[in-house]
Every structure is written in C-alpha cells, then in structure tokens.
C-alpha cells in the first residue's frame, strides 16, 4: 500500500489531514555450492536458504492552522503533528550439508541441517509543531519543534527533543529601490536534530545456540543500558542575489554541522567481559563547508539561447572525540584488503586512511633493515595523512537552445583528494603488474638503516643492494602506503543530450521530442587505476563507507540511449 490519506476541513481556520503508508515485501535467497566445487567439496555439498520478510508502516497526521492576519503587517500560521513508524523484519534462515544427491537441489537432499529465525523490531513515535509568522511578506521567522520515542534506547533515556529556527529576509522587497539593480534574500539556521540508535543496541537478543546441550545465549554484542540518543546541532547563512532581470543569479551558503554524544557501533571490547563488540555515545565531528551555485543566461533570443549553472562545493569533516578516549575506530565492513582501513583519529579527517606503514625517522626517512635491505612497517595501525576527503568539486551545466534544438551537458570536476588502489597492489604482491617487469633489475631503497643512529643528525644512508627476483620478499611485503595515490583529480563529462522538439500534433500528441543522449563518456584523470570514483563497499555501510578504496572495482559504464517522449 503506497499511500492512503484523508483531509478533513471541520473548521474554516485550518484542516487535518492524515496519512498512512505500508511498504511490505519478501526476499527469498539461495546459496548452493555444489559437491563438486571448490568450495563445496569439503562438506560435500553446502546449501543456504533464507527468506526475508520486511514491513515498514508510516502513519502521520497534521493539523494545519491556516494563515492569520494578527495586524496588518504580521500573520502567523502553524502546525501539530504526530508521526508513528513502525517496523518488522523476519529472517528465516537454514544450511544444509552433505547432499545425498549431488544433482537434487532441496533441504531435504541434506544431511546436516541448521536453522535459525530473526526477528528485528523498532518503534519510533514523535509529536511536533511548527509556527511561522510572516511580516509585510519579506520578513520570515519559522520555529519548529520535536519530541520522539524510540524503542531503540533504555526507557528513561528514549524521550529527546530538538528544536529549530530559521529566518529570512527578502531585502530587495523591503527596500524597493534596490530592485532596479538587484533582487535578494539572506537566510540564517540554528537547528538540533536526534537520532535513536539501530535495533536491539541496548540489549541484545539472545540466540540459540549450537552447543553440546542447546539453550540460549548472546551474540557478540555486549549491552550497554547507559546508551542514550546521539544529536547534531547545525547553523547555516546564506545569500540569494539576482541580478539583471534574474539573468545572473548567485546562491551562496556556509554552514557548521557538529554532533554531540554520537553513537559508534561494533567497538571492541574487553575480551573478559564476555562479549567482543559495544555500542557506545560519545563521538564527536565537525563538518563545515561552503557551497555556492551561480546561473545565469549569456545569451537570451528568439531563436538562440544559452543558460548555464555552476556548483561548487567544499567541505572539512574532523573526529573531534571518541569513545571511553579510544586512540582509532574503524568500520569493520571498510577494512577490504592488506593493511589499509577506513580508520579515524580524533584530530584527523572523516576520511582518513591508517594502516601498517613504513616507519621513519624524525626527518621523514624511511627506516631499511640493515639486515635485509628492505623498508620496515609499523606494527600497529598509524596514520600517515592520507585524506580522501575532496579540497572541491565543481558541477557544471550548460544549456543551449537553437529553435526546436537543445543541446545540454553536465561536467563534473573534483580536485584533491586521496584513493587506495588496493587492486593494484593485488597484483603487484603477486608479480602479475606491468610494475613487476623490472624485477630482475638491482636496486637500493632509498632510506636509512634502523642501526640506533636514524635519529641522529648524520644516519646510515642505505646502501644495500637489492635484487626483488631474488629477494621475493620486496613485493610479497611491499606496503600498501605506496598505493594510495593522493591528490586525484578528475574532469567528467557526466551526462551530454541532444533532443528535437516535434511538431505540436504529432502522434496526437500534445508536445513530443526525440532524443539521445550519453552518460560518462567521456574521463581526464590523473589516476593510475580504471576510475577514481570508487566505492569498495556499498552505501549502507555506516561511517564514511569505502569511497575512495579500488580494490577489483569496475569502472562506470559508458551510457547510450535514444528514444522520444511524448505528453498527451
């Protein structure tokens, strides 16, 4: 059910409207790995089954107060609100081994079977209100208000509300002689925005276990009945300027986002505690950028025109605190390959890399063996300022208009910031990279020996000469610190049509048009591997996720579409 509402209108100073919404379905998967493959040879046949059924229903209702005249320069208008969200999902699960008949694909041809069930619940119910009050139409004030309760967080803590302001001031209408010369607004924002934790992050749910006499126990997540909500607390300004009749037109917008008391899922903890992960508050970000559009139509006549738009975006995300004064967090899902994870630091950026990099002395000098000749790493996860963060990116469209023709484009362009070609060192580790023809070749690694004089104003420069043909450890051991390739940049020509607009009529048609059009065709790029715009994981993964890590990522196909369009 997509949507069912109903408005009633009882009174002639407002009305209520209602709105409910189920969306409902079921996934059903199957793994079969034969008796015969690779894997499925040790269990002589291996099958999983799981059926997933999943329900999210939304139910909110408004009571909307009608714009009021309290004089003649001022009105107010409003709302009540309330909103519930509710949702279910089951999971039935089963693994069966041992196939009794190697070609009959059923649970019931195994031998061996488990099963399990999950069931995941959450509850999520708010009450809120907005005002606004609207003075001689160029002078806004909005205030809003919300109170939710989540099943999510340990009664006691499961009420939180946050509030926000905003206001606007159309100035080119409060002073009208600026309009010969301009029109504007400036914008200002303070709000406060909370968030529930996932299911079951309190209090886990038991599970049955496999063990020699059953029973029940939990998974690896320990409780932790302190959790309380997470907030983010924002401020925004920003400016729209017209100029010449609205064909030169600027948006500009500054703004600081920073959460308080953030929850940080799967933290590892002490083993003598029974359980290996938490959930935990008390992260801390930064986030603050600037963006800006400009939009303007060079070129405006009956038969030619030209519109053009231009986004720029920059923006600094910093961990400013973690956790019980943990020293990194990392989401186990990005730690893809080697020794390279989405880790972060209080200090560092949001996107940062740590990894087992190659030590150095206080001069920045890579520290060699004295024994091998060979770079040593660092035993534990450090950071080397590695950033995949962007220092910009650009959007730029442009629209041309020749009587029934139009031509438009998008081109992308980023500057800065790093990526992880993991499958690059994939191949390299292994001797199947362009990298490796030069194997046979000696070579001495530039760098100092680590002979307790690296710190010293006059250290062991290195000397010793390597031959990797001989020495298989040099690649088997290389680092993936000589991977991440920094400060990539890239010019894409993301989308570029070309359409005709058919005779009024044509097919019956109201209006009609022809087209083609192409997606990424076109990249400039100082990267190394197929594309930079990667992402070793997909977008549920929590965190930053796994932009900017390349390991075995296809790059973005090439688009080509026609066809026509037709209103009637």
Do not use: C
């Not at 009664?155 to 002073?175: E, L, M, Q, T, V």
């Not at 529930?196 to 992050?201: E, G, I, S, V, W």
């Not at 420069?461 to 043909?469: A, E, L, Q, R, T």
């Amino acid at each position: 059910i997509a949507n069912v509402g109903i408005t009633l209108t009882p009174v002639s100073w407002g009305n209520l409207k209602t709105n409910i919404g189920t969306d409902a379905y079921t996934n059903s998967n199957l793994i079969l790995r034969n008796p015969e493959s690779v894997v499925g040879a040790a269990y002589n046949g291996l099958l999983d089954l799981a059926d997933l059924i999943q329900r999210n229903t939304n139910v909110q209702t408004l009571l909307n107060f009608n714009s009021r005249q309290l004089t003649n320069s001022i009105s107010v208008s409003g709302l009540l609100g309330n909103s519930i969200a509710d949702y279910k999902a089951t999971t039935d699960a089963a693994t069966g081994r041992d196939f009794l008949d190697p070609n009959f694909v059923s649970m019931n041809n195994t031998n061996l079977r488990t099963s399990q069930t999950t069931i995941e619940q959450r509850r999520l119910i708010g009450a809120f209100g907005q005002a606004s009050i609207d003075f001689r139409n160029y002078l806004y004030l909005n205030v809003t208000g919300r109170n939710d309760w989540t099943s999510t967080i340990p009664k006691g803590r499961n009420s939180f509300f946050y509030p926000s302001f905003s206001a606007s001031f159309i100035f080119s209408d409060a002073f009208p002689g600026i309009q010969r010369f301009m029109t504007g607004k400036l914008r200002a924002a303070v709000a406060s925005v909370g968030k529930d934790a996932r299911p079951y992050a309190y209090r886990p749910a038991l599970q049955y276990k496999t063990t020699a006499y059953g029973g029940y126990g939990y998974n690896f997540w320990g409780p932790n009945l302190d959790l309380k909500p997470e907030f983010a607390r924002s401020r925004e300004f920003g400016a729209e300027l017209s100029f010449l009749n609205d064909r030169l037109g600027l948006d500009a917008t500054v703004y600081r986002k920073q959460t308080l008391d953030q929850i940080v899922n799967d933290i590892r903890g002490s083993y003598g505690t029974g359980f290996i992960l938490f959930n935990l508050n008390g992260a801390s970000t930064r986030n603050k950028g600037v963006e800006l559009t400009l939009r303007g139509t060079p070129i405006q006549r009956d038969a030619f025109s030209w519109d053009f738009q231009a986004n720029y975006a920059h923006e600094r995300g910093i961990v400013i605190s973690l956790p019980h004064a943990l020293p990194e967090s990392y989401v186990s899902d990005t730690w893809l390959y080697g020794n390279v994870r989405n880790g972060t630091m209080p200090g560092l950026s949001t996107m940062s890399l740590t990894g087992l990099f190659y030590l150095r002395n206080k001069a920045g000098n890579i520290l060699i063996d004295p024994t091998s000749g060979l770079p040593i790493r660092s035993q534990s996860f450090i950071d080397r300022g590695y950033d995949r963060q962007p220092k910009y990116t650009i959007g730029l469209t442009n629209t041309f208009r020749r009587n029934r023709l139009t031509l438009d484009f998008l081109v992308d362009i980023r500057r800065g910031g790093d990526v992880f070609n993991a499958t690059e060192h994939y191949l390299t580790a292994r001797g199947l990279s362009t990298e490796t023809l030069d194997r046979d070749q000696p070579r001495v690694i530039k760098g100092v020996l680590r002979d307790g004089k690296e710190d010293t104003p006059n250290p062991t420069i290195n000397n010793i000469v390597i031959v990797p043909s001989v020495q298989t450890d040099y690649y088997r051991t290389i680092s993936e610190e000589l991977f991440i390739e920094k400060n990539i940049n890239w010019l894409r020509l993301r989308d570029i049509q070309l359409s005709y607009q058919l005779p009024a009529g044509f097919l019956g048609a109201r209006n009609s048009s022809v087209f083609i059009k192409g997606t990424d065709l076109a990249l400039w790029t100082n990267y190394k591997g197929l594309d930079p715009i990667v992402n070793g994981n997909s977008a549920a993964v929590g965190g930053s996720g796994g932009a900017g890590i390349d390991f075995g990522n296809f790059p973005i196909p090439r688009g080509v579409n026609f066809g026509i369009r037709a209103g009637f």
